[in-house]
């Protein structure tokens, strides 16, 4: 099997130019992220910038030119064994090996090294005839955006979707040092967004004390974020832009911080300290007049007051109506074990799993209009709908039609098949599992099953799931179960139908 590079949470260190032309200087930078990235526990790669030189600057421009880069390039020039010899040390250090190769010799001498991962730099993310040869490399890449358009992002990444590269981007202003208003961190949000399944970064230039740019970057999403690196000396100035291995240290430590501090990307379940804790602010009901044994309680019988006891009625639990079994003077708090509570249990069933569903198209980003109607398919009654059951949103019911089924976590439809409809499901959120003909079948998001009619198929997420339903025309009574009990079922009694959410029809 083909081994794809795991991207996410690196961190990656930029060399770039600041070795001076020294191999020997380069060795202590090297060295000194080395031990500043053990010491955070972290993972990270050493990043090199290549150039061949001898055919990257035009002939004429060797000498005198007008482009700033181009004295700095031939300046700090090193050669292939140079390179080599650093590859070892990056190695040696515990880090991941990578490299920018700015033309097509430079693929090359990456693959001639075996380093790692190729980084295509935002100036090279439109040179095709470079970009060709990197795919060809047959290496993971990392890629920037600095200054690209959102069409010009879209070209790259289907480039190497289309050439099986694996690949991940990066946020990127392409301004040396970035200063805060021109940072745009909210990019990632969007490239996130645009490109779910791809992993998503930041190549950072801000000035290295500005620590709150890498956390804002965390918090956004980002899952790779690289910085340029150096060592000052009494001969080499550092460029504004560039951390010292402090320097380095501090942002290492402030991306970690704000993993920290921005924990899980699903909803926990509430920790006992919380829930003490809000307990300890939650009022009580209490009785304002006596209280009788057998009775229903109304409003104007109670107040609410803190604290609320242990086994004492929560001013959230109480429901007018109420019946205590034992009599209460005022000020006595309610307890539940004294207590009935009136409830309709299949209406709050079918509220919960319309609040449920709401929040799984949001979540989903999929917009209904205002006029559908809302099915509630329960099979053996409203009851168990959380855990046997589905909820089918109507959208258009011609020769053709079109469908919307939701199950929450945890539920199951049970095995049935159709005479006369044909129906085709596609995934557009969650995971679902399906048996069609006695074959299980895992969809995830844009997968395609096809039913024919009179095939058996059952259908149920543990996760919860969104899926379109395409088919010929419905009708009702075109269900048959495998369980028959459920086919002598009126089918008003085993589907809840309603307009819209049906707020005031439940």
């Not at 190497?160 to 690949?167: A, G, I, K, L, W």
């Amino acid at each position: 099997m083909r081994k794809i590079f795991e991207f996410k949470d690196l961190f990656v260190l930029d060399l770039a130019n600041n070795h001076q032309g020294s191999a020997q200087h380069a060795t202590r930078i090297i060295r000194a992220c080395g031990d500043v990235v053990k010491a955070n526990h972290a993972r990270a790669a050493l990043k090199f910038q290549f150039r061949n030189l001898d055919t990257f600057v035009h002939a004429e421009h060797k000498q005198a030119s007008s482009n700033k880069h181009i004295s700095r390039f031939l300046s700090t020039k090193l050669d292939p064994d140079d390179w080599r010899v650093l590859t070892e040390e990056v190695r040696a250090q515990g880090l991941l090996t990578m490299a920018t190769p700015f033309d097509e010799d430079s693929v090359d001498l990456i693959a001639e090294l075996d380093i790692e991962v190729i980084k295509v730099a935002s100036c090279s993310a439109t040179d095709w005839p470079l970009l060709e040869r990197i795919a060809d490399a047959d290496k993971p890449v990392l890629f920037s955006t600095g200054g690209l358009t959102l069409r010009q992002i879209d070209d790259l990444v289907s480039f190497f979707d289309h050439r099986r590269v694996s690949h991940a981007m990066m946020h990127c202003v392409s301004i040396y040092p970035t200063p805060d208003e021109k940072l745009q961190l909210n990019q990632i949000d969007l490239l996130r967004r645009r490109y779910p399944d791809k992993v998503v970064g930041f190549s950072t230039h801000e000035l290295p004390e500005n620590l709150s740019a890498v956390q804002i970057a965390v918090a956004k999403g980002a899952r790779i974020l690289e910085r340029h690196v150096g060592i000052a000396t009494g001969d080499i100035r550092l460029n504004a832009y560039s951390s010292t291995p402090e320097q380095l240290d501090a942002w290492l430590k402030a991306a970690a911080r704000a993993k920290t501090l921005i924990g899980s990307e699903v909803r926990p379940e509430p920790v006992f300290e919380e829930v003490d804790s809000l307990n300890s602010l939650k009022r009580g009901v209490y009785a304002r007049v006596p209280l009788r044994a057998g009775l229903a309680i109304e409003g104007t019988d109670v107040y609410f007051a803190m604290p609320c006891l242990d086994g004492q009625l929560g001013s959230g639990e109480w429901r007018s109506g109420s019946v205590t079994s034992q009599d209460l003077e005022p000020n006595d708090p309610l307890r539940r074990e004294n207590l009935q509570i009136p409830s309709d249990l299949d209406k709050q069933v079918l509220f919960t799993a319309i609040h449920t569903i709401k929040g799984m198209l949001n979540e989903a980003r999929i917009a209904l209009n205002t006029e559908f109607c809302a099915e509630f398919s329960h099979h053996y009654g409203l009851s168990r709908f959380p855990q046997i059951g589905a909820t089918i949103i109507d959208c258009i019911n011609r020769r053709y039609c079109k469908k919307l089924v939701i199950q929450t976590p945890g539920q199951y439809h049970p095995c049935h098949y159709h005479k006369m409809k044909e129906e085709t499901f596609q995934v557009l959120w969650g995971a679902l599992e399906l048996t069609v003909d006695g074959r299980r079948k895992s969809l995830v998001p844009g997968d395609i099953q096809v039913i024919q009619q009179g095939v058996w198929h059952d259908f149920w997420s543990q996760s919860g799931v969104i899926f379109e339903e395409i088919s010929t025309t419905h009708f009702n009574d075109d269900s048959y179960y495998e369980d028959k009990a459920i086919n002598r079922i009126k089918r008003s009694d085993r589907k809840t139908v309603v307009n819209h959410w049906g707020r005031y029809q439940i």
